[in-house]
């Protein structure tokens, strides 16, 4: 057991060490140019969606449009963001 938890401990240790890392990792220029248009792209969709609603159509519409518009492209049915109801 005690052997499960030192393994477990450096697995942990190891984990958090490497976040920070991943996370300052610096992107070369193809990349954030490609970060810059996805990010471009979810706007574009995001406003999409918001003209959607605005025109009076039904949420649910306007999200499958949304869903639509950014598959591929953000994470999770909210095209990378959610806001709160």
Same mark, same amino acid.
């Given at each position: ?25 610096? =992107? ?17 969709? =995001?406003?999409?969606?918001?003209? #959607? ?8 519409? #306007? ?6 518009? #950014? ?7 909210? #095209?990378?963001?959610? =806001?709160? =109801?």
């Amino acid at each position: 057991m005690k052997t499960m938890s030192n393994v477990v401990l450096a697995l942990s240790v190891i984990a958090l060490t490497a976040i920070p890392l991943i996370a300052n990792a610096q =992107h070369n220029d193809k990349e954030t140019k490609e970060d810059v248009q996805r990010h471009r792209a979810m706007a574009a969709a =995001h406003e999409a969606a918001a003209k #959607c609603l605005e025109s009076g159509k039904k949420e649910e519409v #306007c999200m499958k449009e949304l869903q639509s518009s #950014c598959k591929g492209l953000a994470v999770g049915k909210y #095209c990378g963001m959610k =806001h709160a =109801h």
